[in-house]
Each structure stands twice: as C-alpha cells, then as structure tokens.
C-alpha cells in the first residue's frame, strides 16, 4: 500500500465533495436537520393534557380542586363545560383527552367526611397515555386530599423513589443520544454509498482500474475524507444534543471519540459494499437508507425496547450496529459509563468494522463486468 | 518472431459475453517501438481487444504477454507498465486541469523529484499552459483529449493504448494528435491504437483489421494495399450515382459510394474503363470522369468485408 496514492485518492474526492453542493449539504446539513427535527418531534412525555372540566358544585373547595389542575404543568383545561354533553363533545373531536365532572355534592360530602366522587372520562385511543392521564389525576387528587383534610395521612409504607441517570425523567435525555446514532448510521452509509458507483457511471473507473491503484488504497482514500465529515458531525450532534436539547453528557469525550471513529469506520464501510454492488448511485442510495435506517430505528433499542420485543426480533438486533452505539451512547451521555461498562458494545462495533472493510475489500474487482 | 521482445504477444485471445463471441481467437505481435493501428468498424471488438490487455476484462481464452507480463495472472504488473485512454477520456470534470494532472501523478507514483517536470511537459502538451486553473469540463474537445492522454503517460510507460483517441474530436486536433503520436513513438514508446477512421491507418507502422472479432488482415498500409487489392479501384464521376452502382452490380461489378463519388472494384483497370462507360451510357447515365486512383485502406477494408 502506497500512501502517496491513497493521498490523491482522499484529496480528488474530497475537492469533489466541495465543489458539489448536494454532496456539502447531504454531508452537513441533513444530520443537523434530521436530529433538528427528530429531537423536537419525538417525545415520550405526557405534559398538558388537555382537559374539560365540568363542575356542578361550584363551591370553594371544587374551584380549588380546578385551580390545582391548571397550576400543574400536566394538564391544560381548555374547557369549563355547561352540560355532561359537552364533555362527550370535546372529546369525540379530540379537543380534550380528558373529562372531568365534579358531582354537585362534592363540598357537601367531604365537608360531612364522606368520601367524595369525581368522575374521570380519558380517551384511551393512545393507551400510554391514557395511563399516564389516570396516574397523574389520582395522585393529584391524593395531594389535594391530603391538603383539605388537614390531617397528614401517615401510611404504612412510604416509598421514596431516587431516579438515577436521567432524574427528572425527561424523555427527550433518552432519545437524543440514541437518535444521534440512528442519524449518524444513516448518514455513514449514504455518504460514501455514491462514491464508487459515481465514477462507474462517469465512465472515470475504466480510467482508475487501468492505473496500479490498489484495492485498499482506492476504498481507505474515498472513506478519508468521509471519515472526517462524518467526525464533524459527531461533533455538530453531540453539541445540539447538550446546547440545544439540554441532554448532560457525562462521560468521556476521548473515549466518545475513539467509539465514534470505530464506528463510522463500520458505516463507512457498509456505504462502500453498497456502492460496489450496486454500481448506480441512484439505486445504492436508496438501498443504503432503508437498510440503515429502518434496522437502526426500529431494532436498536432507541426508541423500542429491545427486552420488550420478541424472542427472534430479539436475536435479530444482534446483527444492527446501531444497536451497540445507542447503548453506548445513552451509556456515555447520562451514565457517564467507562470503558469497563463499554467494552462489549464497543467490541461488536470493532467486529462490525473489521468484517464490512474486508467484504468491501474482497467484493471491489479492478475489472469490468 | 525473433528474439526480438515483443511488447504485446498474444495467442487465441477470445472474449465472448454469453453467447455472443465479441473477441474471437486472435493473435497479435506488436514490436517495440512500434505505432500499431486496430481498425475495425463500432462493434467489431475493439475495446474488448484493448481492455483485455490492459488487465480490465478477464479473456474466456487464449495467453499472451504485455510488457514482458502475463495477461491472466499479473495484470497488475502491466497496469504499471502501460498508459491507457479510453474512449471517455474519463477525466473528472469537476476538476482543474492541474488538479486532474496531480491526482493521476499521485495514482501514478510519479517520483516527487519529477512531479513538476512532468506536469509542466503535460501542460504544455496539451497546450493548455497558464490555463492549469480551468475546470476540466469546460475545455474544448481537442484539449480535453490531450490532457487526457497527458494524464495516461505521466509515469513514462514504455507501452501507451489508445482506444479511439480521436473519436469526436475536430480534424485539426487530430492531425495535432497523430503528431504527437509520431513523436513518442520516435523516442521508444509502443502505441497500439483502436480507431474507426480509416483515414488514420496510414499514420500508423503496421495495422490489423478487425471485423466481427477476428482479424482479417494484418500488415504495413502499404503491404496491405498490395496484397488484398490484387484488383484495381476506378473512380467514376456521375450525376445519377445510385442508378450507376445499380447498373454496375447488375453486371457483376462491385462498387461502392464514397461521397460523390462512386469507386468500382475490377481486373484489368485498362479494359475495364471502357466497358463500363458502355455500359452505363447503355443505360443513359452520362459518365463525367472515370480513372484509376490508388487504393485507399477504406477501400481494401470493404473489398475484405465483402469478401469475407
């Protein structure tokens, strides 16, 4: 292997990459905005629910019940109902997701202490939520309780929950890092997935293949300088991740760097089999999304849980690269993990690079047809 | 052959692509030095010829050397002893003219010591001096080919391939081309060159016709004009060319158009020209001018194709 020649190699593709906008922009721009987008759009969160309240008491301690669900950030009453009727109404449209009725002798009973009613309609079309909206009410309406009787409540058991790596349990620090492994998987195999199909459809591989380049030189010498675009997006996605979304990386920053540069490697490398397979830009890119994007999306353990999946789907997820770096990242950003806690994630990553370069390696043929 | 090293030597070299034999059995020797012509019309295996021997197409059959090289088993040796330009003269054309010549010297190994010596002599080559800094995509055909060829000779390469250098390029950079050509050749360098334009093989040492992958002749131009136009041409100058040549054929005499002319094919060229006018005026057609003229390759190039 001659570095003279791979150096030319790197220095013609990346004076291509600059003077070809829709190379600067698939390079730059569509990892920010994808991340841009995602991090906004995904939210697990349930915050401001909408409600619609309908209080046929009308007493003091009702208006303060209402007043209690508009002060927390969870519920939003849009609403204050004339009729039952309209509570239905709201919801059917979807304009509220939850109805709440105060009977008209709801002061009248907890003045004579009597347990009180309060009637809760949710819209249980998103389950998850639903759930969450009946968690919320109950333990609202617990607080008040407490509050009104006067009497602090002493039960039998107390629990005090301590919520490590992610304290306020906000979900957007959990689906950022693994977001940016998604994109990052994404963008590795589109990037260098045209690069060796461009030159078949050019008609410059004839020209290439009939010179003593070698193999490795050719494939090191177009991954260059994706390689380095690919660092600098590394480093645009970890620094929206904490600037803008507010996520804590904890960990190591070298130790981030040494993982990412293996696994763009892997990336890099998997973009290139594509191309070499292909021969069309237009196919290989294609190709490379959906077998990046939708294994990395749905089997990395990103969004969905990989314990919660079927037994194969479960095996499956060995084969995703991506899977390995979420963990590893979500590890890095909120755990603060070392090496020690890496180490196996970060292996399956090595073996992943090691196996797709040598493929690319073995599958590129200095020959036409 | 002699002693004498041949820079290409092959035997039976055969490529077919299914069931279609693009390439079939042919043998070649090109000497040292030489300037070696494959001519043929699009489609007659040209390119299939000159990629097998540079090591880009694997040959179903046949051995043979390149540079000293095996064909089969180090082809990458060859691909550094040989210059080679395809048809697209496939340079990037999102890149300078001086950026295509530094990447094809890095590829090249060019010794730092003799970088910019051979970029200046590429440049100036080309004719494009002071001009390094043009995008490649918008230089005029004729530079874009020498730049081309300065690009595939950078390294030196004792054997240059050349496949249809001059297609699409004007008639005056093609003279300018066939110039260069001599010159390297002049000073050592082997050059086998593909082209279609008949009108060329006379620039070349020796030449090899090919039609439907096989080689039907081979020898110097003018070997070649002695040895397969044992029959005289006759050019024959009429108003109603077409009614001429029917008439002709109809009396067993082989003709074919070039331009406004038409060129018949006899025995005897003495007897021949009044025969023909009798027959002709027998029919009406008036006879401006009729004579005997040198075969040109064009014409031993049909006579062999319909002979064939």
Wanted: with cysteine; hydrophobic share 45%; charged share 20%.
């Amino acid at each position: 292997m001659k570095f003279i020649r791979l150096k030319a190699i790197a220095k013609k593709e990346l004076l291509q990459i600059i003077r070809d906008p829709l190379s600067l922009a698939m390079g730059f721009l569509m990892p920010v905005l994808l991340l841009f987008i995602f991090g906004y759009a995904i939210s697990l969160d349930v915050d401001d629910l909408t409600t619609i309240v309908h209080d046929l008491d009308r007493s003091s301690l009702s208006r303060e019940l209402v007043a209690d669900l508009t002060a927390s950030r969870y519920f939003k009453v849009v609403r204050s109902a004339g009729s039952p009727r309209e509570i239905e109404e709201y919801l059917d449209a979807g304009r509220a997701r939850l109805g709440l009725m105060i009977p008209g002798d709801f002061s009248r009973d907890i003045r004579a202490g009597r347990a009180a009613q309060l009637q809760v309609v949710v819209d249980g079309s998103d389950s998850n939520t639903a759930t969450i909206a009946l968690g919320y009410i109950a333990a609202l309406s617990e607080i008040y309780a407490r509050r009104i009787s006067g009497v602090p409540l002493v039960p039998l058991i107390e629990v005090r929950p301590r919520v490590w790596y992610n304290p306020e349990l906000k979900s957007r620090n959990f689906i950022v890092p693994g977001l940016i492994a998604v994109i990052m998987m994404v963008i590795a195999a589109l990037l260098t997935s045209l690069c060796i199909a461009r030159e078949w459809e050019r008609g410059t591989m004839e020209q290439l293949i009939a010179t003593p380049v070698t193999t490795p030189e050719l494939i090191l010498g177009k991954m260059a300088p994706y390689f380095l675009i690919g660092f600098i997006d590394m480093g645009l996605s970890i620094t929206m991740a904490t600037m803008l979304f507010g996520v804590p990386f904890k960990g190591s920053l070298f130790l981030l760097g040494i993982i990412s540069a293996v696994f763009l490697f892997g990336g890099l490398s998997f973009g290139i089999i594509i191309s070499i397979v292909t021969k069309s830009q237009l196919v290989s890119s294609q190709i490379s999304v959906v077998a990046t994007y939708l294994p990395a999306f749905l089997l990395s353990g990103f969004m969905f849980s990989i314990s919660n999946m079927a037994r194969p789907l479960q095996i499956m997820t060995r084969i995703v690269p991506a899977r390995y770096f979420v963990a590893i990242l979500k590890g890095l950003f909120l755990k603060g993990s070392t090496m020690r806690f890496l180490i196996v994630d970060a292996t399956f990553l090595l073996i992943f690079a090691i196996v797709t370069f040598t493929v690319a390696n073995r599958k590129f043929v200095k020959r036409i047809g | 052959m002699s002693a004498e090293k041949l820079a290409v030597d092959v035997e039976g070299l055969t490529r077919t692509f299914g069931d279609f034999v693009a390439v079939d059995h042919i043998n070649l020797a090109v000497r040292q030095g030489e300037i070696y012509g494959f001519l043929g019309p699009n489609g007659a295996g040209k390119s299939t010829t000159i990629r097998m021997l540079c090591g880009l197409l694997m040959p179903s059959r046949g051995k043979g050397t390149v540079s000293g090289f095996d064909i089969i088993t180090m082809s990458e040796e060859i691909k550094k002893n040989i210059g080679y330009m395809s048809q697209k003269f496939s340079l990037y054309d999102d890149l300078t003219v001086e950026e295509n010549i530094d990447f094809f010297s890095g590829i090249y190994n060019v010794p730092a010591s003799r970088k910019r010596e051979r970029k200046a002599w590429a440049l100036s080559m080309a004719g494009l001096e002071n001009k390094q800094e043009l995008v490649s995509r918008t230089l005029p055909g004729g530079y874009k080919q020498r730049l081309a060829l300065g690009c595939a000779i950078l390294h030196e390469p004792p054997i240059l391939f050349l496949d249809e250098p001059t297609s699409g390029v004007d008639p005056l950079s093609r003279r300018a081309f066939w110039k260069l050509i001599y010159e390297m050749s002049q000073s050592g360098t082997t050059i086998f060159v593909t082209t279609h334009y008949m009108d060329e093989a006379d620039y070349c040492d020796r030449l090899a016709l090919i039609y439907r992958g096989a080689i039907i002749a081979e020898g110097t131009p003018n070997e070649l004009r002695r040895k397969y136009m044992a029959r005289e041409v006759l050019e024959i100058e009429s108003d109603r060319l077409g009614d001429a040549m029917g008439v002709l054929e109809r009396n067993g005499i082989e003709s074919a158009i070039f331009g406004s002319l038409l060129h018949a094919t006899v025995e005897g060229g003495g007897q021949a020209i009044p025969r023909i006018r009798e027959l002709l005026g027998g029919e009406g057609i008036a006879v401006n001018r009729i004579e005997r003229i040198e075969p040109s390759l064009e014409d031993v190039f049909v006579t062999l194709i319909e002979t064939s």
